[in-house]
């Protein structure tokens, strides 16, 4: 197990590209797939997670080329029907995305495959994906009742439901969208609160059979989809880990380029304004994705409160943002985020016990957590549970640390951002 040393205090300065967005690379190769053609991509994410995916659609019989090293993608689409059965099951790492949005696709083809993942997927709980595609009439199997991995999946003659997202998740509204390009009538998705879109542009994109009426979706059986080339712009996820390190020191600047602007993956930037973060967003066009590039010069923020309608929009980002608020002026409070304790770890337990050990003054809630802002972070021994998210919000309290802050089992990080800690050496400066 790798484990990184980093001794602060410190301040980020340059100029900094993120990586493919994760979110869209999975999609990318879904629909790519899917559609009768090829499909091109340029800054496809070459991690963990996306490779799970790229190997996933080989073993269905997708012919997937990556150009390695350079985030050529291309997928020659076998369309809506021309999947064919694996011959052993389909190995999903840790990679969340890929496992309940696949499922949707298997929902509705003509034979049976198998899912499996690592141990912390494998705790990761399915039905909320599962009991909706069995509503449809996928056969479904697996422990408890098809909530964890391994678990099997028969698709079947499918039929359109009526779903209300309660948890407004975008991988459950994906599984469900998907299935509904196979199942006969419409399927209707309702979220009262919106989650990521991505699938929704793919959709309109491939030009299914599909529209969207306020916080109500709808999807109709397809006979095709149409190829889909681009961009895949910066993951802004992945970017927030540096934006969160500018905007928390003083005397850092920062410019984030070619980041995804989706105002559905942006809560975080609206949550650090209201901090007092110097932030300045420049759009630069949409491929098909709005992006753009984004400055962040450092000061000391301010506490806020994190609303539950918030949550959707910047779940990926709490982890740091936990971070943000153990250094700011006054308390802060995180409310409605109880899907932190689904993630790859406990991310709520993770992230309050990591910064208890190097001084914050932080208390676990149940579903989030309330922090009273102090200067300065102590050194100290920490642990990621095998958790990107955590590790790379760790990393960046270092920044305001006294001292050594010793991050333990930092090859986590390779999931979703193999690059991560060298960027972050790189953009590193000492105070």
Do not use: W
């Not at 629909?31 to 190997?55: K, N, Q, Y």
């Not at 949005?101 to 034979?111: K, N």
């Not at 920044?399 to 333990?408: D, F, K, P, S, V």
């Amino acid at each position: 197990m790798q484990t990184e040393i980093l001794s602060g205090p410190g301040r980020l300065q340059g100029e900094f590209v993120p990586p493919g967005d994760k979110s869209v690379s999975h999609r990318a190769v879904m629909f790519g797939a899917l559609a009768d053609g090829v499909s091109s991509f340029t800054h496809f994410l070459e991690a963990g997670d996306c490779l799970s995916t790229v190997r996933a659609f080989q073993a269905l019989g997708v012919p997937v080329r990556l150009e390695p090293g350079t985030g050529r993608l291309e997928v020659a689409g076998v369309g809506l029907h021309g999947l064919k059965a694996p011959e052993h099951g389909l190995d999903m790492g840790n990679a969340g995305t890929t496992t309940r949005l696949l499922m949707g696709i298997l929902a509705g083809q003509p034979f049976e495959a198998a899912l499996f993942g690592d141990e912390s997927l494998s705790a990761r709980p399915m039905r909320r994906v599962t009991d909706p595609l069995k509503q449809m009439g996928a056969q479904i199997k697996g422990r408890d009742k098809g909530n964890f991995l391994p678990l099997s999946i028969r698709g079947g003659k499918l039929k359109g439901i009526a779903f209300d997202n309660p948890l407004s998740s975008a991988q459950v509204k994906s599984a469900v969208l998907l299935a509904g390009l196979y199942a006969d009538g419409t399927t209707v998705v309702r979220e009262p609160v919106p989650s990521r879109d991505h699938t929704e542009r793919f959709l309109l994109a491939a030009k299914a059979p599909f529209d969207r009426e306020g916080d109500t979706l709808r999807i109709r059986k397809a006979e095709r989809l149409c190829p889909v080339s681009g961009e895949i712009p910066g993951d802004f996820s992945s970017a927030s880990f540096f934006i969160a390190g500018a905007a928390m020191t003083e005397g850092s600047e920062l410019t984030v380029r070619g980041v995804c602007l989706n105002p559905t993956r942006t809560g975080f930037l609206d949550v650090l304004k209201r901090m007092g973060a110097k932030i300045e967003v420049t759009p630069k066009g949409e491929v098909p994705e709005p992006i753009g590039d984004i400055r962040v010069l450092g000061s000391r923020l301010r506490g806020t409160r994190v609303r539950p309608e918030e949550i959707p929009s910047l779940i990926d980002e709490l982890p740091v943002l936990m971070v943000l608020m153990s250094l700011s002026q006054g308390e802060s409070l995180v409310s409605g985020a109880g899907e932190l304790r689904v993630k790859e770890t406990d991310r709520i337990q993770a992230m309050v016990q990591n910064l208890k050990a190097v001084g914050a003054s932080i208390e676990e809630l149940p579903d989030g957590c309330m922090v009273r802002g102090i200067d300065r972070l102590n050194g100290g021994t920490v642990q990621s549970y095998a958790d990107h998210r955590t590790a790379m919000s760790l990393a960046v309290a270092s920044l305001a640390c006294r001292g050594e802050i010793r991050i333990e089992n930092t090859d986590c990080v390779a999931i979703s951002f193999p690059g991560f800690f060298a960027d972050f050496l790189r953009l590193r400066q000492s105070v």
